[in-house]
């Protein structure tokens, strides 16, 4: 029913943008530019939303958002970031990866990204107090914690020798989850089975791959699509009971073992704010890239007794928020 009622309420909301901008053609206009679906990013666009009304914007009143999905299909974002730059939109919000080809779309027009990495390391900024160019933005540094979520792994099943990952090879960050997930790996002398997976297809078969396998736990490296695959995958992770760890606190919500990572909602939240003030004037030249520090370890204890797992003391008692 909630899924129904999103999606009404997407083609409403089209419907309204259609009509706004034709009444009010002095309305700035937001591109949204997202590589996952909207679906899985209602949350986000939610959050993003209300980091608008923080600064005065209420989308359709005094804001117009254009929004593009790619679905999952990065190679449509070149085009769709060129549709938006075409017609002239004030602010370009783009998460990863969509946000390095906004980038190279546009240098004039402003860009907010989010990613899940160090905006420097991956290019899209000369450093974080002084961003340059064109684009700031705000940062959750999941893949950085990304070895965290090993440790997790192997404090929860201590006896594993063997852990899963499972990451997008399209994703142009995928080499650096790897290089770090293979050294936590070493570190905490685990052998790492790599599942790779593009589509909700070959997500599938990474579960049915896993369930074969003599891997313990599953980990899921960040990545675009996949949080826009968060109910299949604790859907997945259920049927074929497999214990999963993912960065996204809707996956532990819809079912899944555990999450742990940082606030994807509240990086949106900041960037809408951003753009607020962007559109009120303000330079990019003054505004620093942000870090989203809110980091959350969520444990869905109903989902470890339908795995028969006793989930250890020390990890309940460090958990940020349980399900029961």
């Known amino acids: 029913m909630q899924r129904r ?8 909301a089209a419907i309204w943008q259609v ?33 608008l009304k923080e600064v005065g914007y209420v989308e359709g009143r005094n804001v117009l958002v254009e929004f593009r999905w790619a679905g999952g299909h990065y190679d449509r974002l070149k085009d769709m970031a060129t549709d938006l730059v075409q017609r002239r939109v004030s602010v370009l919000v783009a998460n990863t990866p969509a946000n390095l080809v906004a980038k190279e779309v546009t240098s004039t027009i402003p860009i907010v990204f989010t990613t899940s ?6 290019g899209l900024v000369d450093s974080m107090s002084r961003p340059g160019g064109n684009v700031t933005g705000v940062s959750q540094l999941n893949v950085e914690v990304g070895p965290k979520r090993l440790e997790l792994a192997h404090e929860l099943m201590p006896q594993a020798i063997r852990i899963a990952l499972l990451i997008n090879p399209a994703n142009a960050q995928h080499e650096i989850i790897l290089k770090k997930a293979l050294a936590a790996a070493l570190e905490l002398g685990v052998d790492l089975d790599v599942l790779r997976a ?4 070959e997500i599938e078969a990474s579960f049915e791959s896993f369930s074969q396998s003599k891997a313990s736990v599953l980990t899921i490296g960040t990545d675009a699509f996949f949080n826009g695959q ?57 505004l620093p890239v942000q870090q989203s520090t809110k980091l959350e370890l969520i444990i869905n204890l109903k989902a470890a007794g339908a795995l028969n797992l006793q989930v250890p003391s020390q990890l309940v008692a460090r958990a940020d928020e349980i399900i029961e």
């Open 5 to 12: 009622v999103f999606i009404a309420g997407v083609g409403a």
């Open 19 to 51: 009509s706004a901008r034709a009444q009010q053609p002095g309305m700035p206009v937001v591109g949204f530019l997202n590589a996952s679906s909207p679906d899985g990013y209602a949350p986000m666009a939610a959050s993003f939303r209300d980091g």
């Open 117 to 122: 990495s160090d905006p420097v390391s991956v």
């Open 198 to 201: 593009t589509d909700e297809r």
């Open 230 to 286: 968060t109910e299949r995958l604790a859907r997945l992770a259920t049927r074929y009971a497999v214990p999963t760890i993912y960065q996204y606190r809707e996956f532990t919500l819809a079912g899944g073992l555990m999450s742990y990572g940082g606030s994807v909602n509240d990086s949106y939240r900041l960037a809408g704010i951003y753009v607020g003030r962007i559109l009120k004037g303000e330079r990019l030249a003054d």
